[in-house]
């Protein structure tokens, strides 16, 4: 994850000005046709790409440019407005346009804070800059959904991002954003996921394994992403430097779902198909709970990641529950290809067998309109959503649910890129009752004749005409809520009555919490936040950057690791292989020894723990360092539960080799299974083989 978030900048106190408007319609009444998938070919980066820095002068890009530059990444230069210069022996440019006309950039990579992500990227797309990275986290949702607004619309740009290490071509030594370039090695992979760590742990798979990597790319853990699976794997598919696919997904969103019945009609149209490999992260997280991304949680009418492991599988990826496994998997699977003989290939489904190392799961139903209160947002109770549906003159009334209730639910929809209404009979939104109706962003007026959608809602919900008016104030007032206090979900139970009226008796508003931490907007609704009701590890965690769910149950593993999409699959893996996690946590893509006593600390105030498991991937940060944190908060906080280690990465075998002559009661391992298996028996239970 990028720490981009933490840097000083000014905060910008409304999420769509006048000025944003303006290139909203301007890319919108364009006379081109205009189609973003046209950008796809722009994801090929390679040695001849040229590379801009946005927010060139600032330590993280210097360090990172630096970096880059002696990889052999072809960097023409950077922008810091209003300014010409020189950094680090190259141009700095005044402006985007500027730097657009006199270098001739391919790509650009952003590296300013999530306030000002969006207008960077703004910048950008009006140079038309070929292809454009956007690392930092904590970027607004209402910043991402206006940007998309602009790219559906034009056919220049490529997005990807935002809140992702970026794409990187191994074969082509070019870095956009911050990847662990140890990790790397040129061969022949084509690797795309969802998280960083979980990434890096994938590369370093397929690097012992002797393969290496084509072309990398990162979809971000973001609720809107510039570039998806399917983008990805449309690229890999017409590459000859890649031979082979993995998938990285996790919980939240259809991604993945897309992602299956893309491989579906690969193996119909193919004859010998490229093997593909897949993982899904998130398998036993909380219902209801956003896990470290900002994406991570499965909203109204989207399916489980269990239901999306198996739809990959039944599509004939080859799933894994570790990501250590890919590199041998791929190898095999590579190895058993079947050539061309004489035209005739052997079945592509027999890539799957022997390689299976998940349990069957059974999908979870959502349970009720209101399920449990999630992190990284912020839900307000439900008399202040109704407060501020009368305040829009909606009318309300709290009584129990009837039968007549309809249910409104307005949200993004992660596939269109835009806002959407899913309307239902029924409080599950089950699939048979629920339509869902997505609507351009630039959207303005619902109660006028030009709200089709309108019409669409009312005949799905087999309103009667007298309510049509009424519904076209309801949704009115939903989408003046939902853009003025930036939610990311308001869910609404009506009632009509007689006279046509639509009286509301129940709401659940979600507001999105990056507008007040990275850019100090919507304070008045993070005002409403209380607190007291909320779980005291998490917020002692979150005090100090670290993300952290009280699991439910018999928890007495106690979970430390940097990444949230490696904290999810940590979570996944130890529960496949018997153990019992007390606990999500992620230090964040940076583990430092000060998050790691920080995560002791609030690890052990848990009586259920009985032994930790410390998981690191060290890409970003040294092995050896972890150690150290790991020894000296060991000490200094006086530990009497035993701690498993398991490090990863850049200088694995000296963190290992400190951990094992500490002398303490830490236990140091490279390889997850032995790791799982030790930290299980510590904790007093009985170690499983995953059924295959």
């Known amino acids: 994850m990028s720490n981009l978030s933490s840097l000083p900048a000014r905060a910008r106190r409304l999420p769509l000005g006048q000025a944003s408007i303006t290139r909203i319609a301007r890319f919108s009444s364009s006379p081109r046709s205009c189609n973003y998938a046209d950008t796809l070919p722009n994801l090929k980066i390679g040695a001849h790409t040229k590379v801009l820095f946005q927010g060139f002068t600032g330590r993280q890009a210097t360090a990172n440019v630096k970096e880059s530059l002696a990889w052999g990444t072809k960097i023409v230069g950077g922008v810091k407005p209003g300014i010409e210069g020189e950094h680090l022996g190259l141009p700095v440019f005044p402006s985007v346009r500027a730097a657009q006309e006199k270098a001739k950039p391919d790509a650009s990579a952003i590296y300013v804070p999530g306030n000002q992500t969006a207008q960077a990227i703004e910048e950008a797309i009006e140079a038309e800059i070929p292809l454009v990275v956007a690392v930092a986290e904590h970027v607004p949702i209402h910043d991402i959904l206006r940007i998309h607004s602009m790219l559906q619309t034009q056919s220049k740009t490529r997005l990807v991002g935002a809140n992702c290490p970026g794409i990187i071509s191994a074969i082509g030594k070019c870095r956009i954003g911050f990847q662990p370039l140890p990790c790397f090695a040129p061969g022949n992979i084509g690797i795309v996921a969802k998280s960083g760590t979980l990434s890096y742990e994938t590369v370093a798979s397929t690097t012992r394994a002797g393969l290496g990597q084509s072309l990398c790319i990162s979809m971000g853990g973001d609720v809107l992403a510039g570039t998806n699976f399917v983008d990805a794997l449309k690229i890999f598919e017409n590459d000859p430097d890649t031979e082979g696919m993995i998938i990285v997904g996790e919980l939240g969103g259809t991604s993945e779902m897309d992602a299956a019945e893309w491989i579906k009609d690969y193996h119909r149209r193919t004859a010998n198909p490229k093997p593909i490999m897949a993982l899904v992260g998130g398998l036993y997280a909380p219902e209801g709970r956003i896990m470290g991304h900002a994406g991570a949680w499965t909203a109204v009418g989207e399916p489980g990641p269990e239901v999306k492991y198996q739809a990959l599988e039944r ?339 000296a963190g290992q080799k400190m951990i094992a002559e500490s002398g303490l009661p830490l236990h140091a391992f490279d390889g997850f299974e032995e790791a799982a298996r030790k930290v299980i028996t510590l904790a007093g239970g009985e170690p499983i083989t995953p059924q295959r």
């Open 315 to 653: 599509a004939g990826a080859v799933m894994v529950n570790h990501p250590e496994k890919f590199g041998e998997g791929m190898k095999t699977l590579l190895a058993n290809r079947p050539r061309s003989q004489g035209g005739v290939f052997t079945n592509p489904a027999s890539q799957r067998r022997g390689l299976h190392t998940m349990r069957r799961i059974s999908p979870r139903s959502r349970q009720g309109m209101f399920p449990t209160t999630q992190t990284r947002s912020l839900f307000v109770k439900p008399f202040q959503a109704l407060d501020m549906l009368k305040e829009k003159s909606i009318p309300v009334r709290e009584t129990a649910p009837s039968d007549s209730d309809i249910f409104l639910n307005l949200t993004v929809d992660r596939t269109a890129l835009t806002p959407c209404i899913l309307a239902s009979s029924r409080a599950d939104f089950s699939p048979s009752t629920t339509g869902r109706f997505a609507f351009p962003y630039a959207s303005k007026s619902f109660t006028s004749g030009e709200a089709p959608v309108i019409e669409d809602i009312a005949s799905h919900l087999r309103l009667p005409d007298s309510a049509r008016g009424k519904l076209a104030s309801l949704v009115q007032g939903l989408w003046e809520i939902f853009k003025e206090k930036e939610a990311y979900i308001l869910e609404v139970r009506a009632t009509p009555t007689a006279d046509g009226t639509l009286e509301v008796r129940g709401a659940r508003f979600g507001f999105d919490d990056a507008a007040y931490r990275s850019s100090g907007r919507q304070e008045e609704v993070h005002r409403l936040r209380n607190p007291a009701e909320e779980v005291r590890e998490e917020l002692e965690a979150e005090k100090d950057g670290i993300v952290y769910v009280k699991l439910d149950g018999e928890g007495s593993i106690g979970t430390l690791v940097n990444g949230a999409g490696l904290a999810m699959n940590t979570v996944d893996a130890l529960t496949l292989h018997g153990g019992h996690c007390a606990n999500f946590l992620d230090t964040g893509g940076k583990a430092t020894s000060e998050t790691v006593k920080s995560s002791f600390r609030v690890i052990t105030s848990d009586p259920r723990v009985k032994a930790i498991f410390v998981n690191i991937f060290g890409g970003l940060t040294r092995c050896d360092m972890i150690a150290e944190g790991v020894i000296l908060a060991f000490r200094d906080l006086e530990m009497s539960v035993p701690v498993v280690v398991r490090l990863r990465g850049t200088n694995e075998e």
